[in-house]
T-cell receptor, first 113, second 118 residues
């Protein structure tokens, strides 16, 4: 069964600190993995997308890693800001036709001053 | 550039009333379209997806239905709402992207509709 798991479920950090969010997946066949940021009451916005051959990709203070062998990904946020408070969703796409995006439950990040 | 619209932004409906949520996409043609529901504090649940006009696939059996009367219009409906239908409804579209490597599909989300069934 295709599944995406994320940890922790929620996280509270102080402004300026770094944090790392985890994503494990059992999706097969694998096409790509993406991280979304979803502010409360808004639609998700893509942060990064990684294909099978990519190990690391950065987008400003966000750095995503992918280990296709262990089927794990992480999202590292550097020097957190209050505006980073949001849910971060890991999504894996399969190569199957039709419904091919498998969503994780998300990690709720709260950045406190 | 492409944009995706959803309306209404918020909706409060009594149990047993009908529902119609609309999603339209601009700036692209023949996109794959999706309806998701997100319960409070939960992940996104795929409800329906469509790969073309009149082609609808349902992922979760329920009292909701979807239609795609035009290429860039996707409608979510219900004849009689249940309390459990409350949630945040998101429409999304995807398109293949070629960026110097294998084609990958990027998915873009609308602003969402907050539905409260009372």
């Amino acid at each position: 069964k295709n599944q995406v798991e994320q940890s922790p479920q929620s996280l509270i950090i102080l402004e300026g600190k770094n944090c790392t969010l985890q994503c494990n997946y059992t999706v097969s066949p694998f096409s790509n993995l993406r991280w979304y940021k979803q502010d409360t009451g808004r639609g998700p916005v893509s942060l990064t997308i990684m294909t099978f051959s990519e190990n690391t990709k950065s987008n400003g203070r966000y750095t995503a890693t992918l280990d296709a062998d262990t089927k794990q990904s992480s999202l590292h946020i550097t020097a957190s800001q209050l505006s980073d408070s949001a849910s971060y969703i890991c999504v894996v796409r399969t190569r199957n036709y039709g419904q091919n995006f498998v969503f994780g439950p998300g990690t709720r990040l709260s950045v406190l001053p | 550039s492409q944009t995706i619209h959803q309306w209404p932004a918020t909706l409060v409906q009594p149990v047993g009333s009908p529902l119609s949520l609309e999603c339209t996409v601009e700036g692209t043609s023949n996109p794959n379209l999706y309806w998701y529901r997100q319960a409070a504090g939960r992940g996104l649940q795929l409800l329906f997806y469509s790969v073309g006009i009149g082609q609808i696939s349902s992922e979760v059996p329920q009292n909701l239905s979807a239609s795609r009367p035009q290429d860039r219009q996707f409608i979510l409906s219900s004849k009689k709402l249940l309390l459990s239908d409350s949630g945040f409804y998101l429409c999304a579209w995807s398109v293949g992207v070629l960026a110097g490597g294998p084609v990958y599909y990027e998915q873009y989300f609308g602003p969402g509709t907050r539905l409260t069934v009372t």
